[in-house]
């Protein structure tokens, strides 16, 4: 059962997910720049509904990283834990995401960064109820959104920092930009090493936890 020491490498745990995950990311930017079907690659602000795109991969990859270390032994102590768990992530993600928008107008404000340090914090929470899972949820989080932020700052700069037209640079409607490395912060690295890290461990903890108590159990048990 789950305990301090890890017999699974959270890095190898990750590796193939985080390397699909990046493969998409590229992906939809490459189809953002060509134009193709905005069904499959929104370039509007935010980008919300596109079809290629990585927000549904902890759906599948929350389930993946508990069975594998439900084979491995690495199961959690108490299923109730692991619930309670998400519960509370999810009442302190929620928190932090109605401090966020509501500070979110055209610029940031003070109530927006105190809704991005609870959702950041949110991300955490899982690791209370099931160590390794917590674990694995966290630095798949980090692996997938890094590479988005790198993304986006590569996009806001592009053609003198008028950018790309793609999702990963346009500004949300109504948003002042002063700067550069104001667009960056306020646009990118809040919400993507806040929100979507939040919402990664959220998606992925939920959905495992439920394959989990469905599958996992007996799996563990057969193992051991």
């Known amino acids: 059962m789950n305990g301090t020491d890890s017999k699974v490498s959270i890095g190898s745990l990750i590796l193939v997910p985080a390397i699909i995950t990046l493969a998409i990311t590229i992906l939809r930017l490459i189809g953002e720049l060509q134009g193709w079907s905005p069904l499959l690659f929104n370039k509007s602000a935010g980008g919300g509904g596109a079809i290629i795109g990585i927000s549904w991969l902890p759906v599948i990859f929350g389930p993946y990283f508990a069975m594998k270390l439900a084979a491995a032994g690495e199961g959690p102590s108490s299923l109730g834990k692991v619930f309670a768990a998400i519960g509370a992530e999810l009442v302190i993600f929620v928190m932090g ?13 003070g109530v927006a960064l105190v809704g991005f340090i609870l959702m950041l914090i949110s991300a955490f929470v899982p690791r209370i109820g099931w160590r390794s899972f917590g674990n694995a949820l966290l630095a798949y989080a980090f692996a997938a959104r890094i590479p988005v932020a790198i993304v986006m700052y590569i996009a806001m700069s592009a053609n003198g920092g008028q950018g790309w037209g793609t ?50 159990r007996k799996r563990a048990a057969a193992t051991a």
């Not at 995401?97 to 404000?109: A, E, V």
């Open 97 to 109: 995401m109605i401090l966020f928008f509501t500070g979110f107008t055209k610029h940031m404000s």
């Open 167 to 216: 999702h990963y640079d346009v500004a949300t409607p109504g948003f002042t930009v002063t700067s550069l490395g104001q667009k960056f912060f306020d646009l990118a690295v809040l919400p993507q090493m806040g929100g979507w890290i939040g919402y990664t461990a959220l998606v992925g903890g939920l959905f495992g936890s439920i394959v989990y108590a469905m599958f996992g």
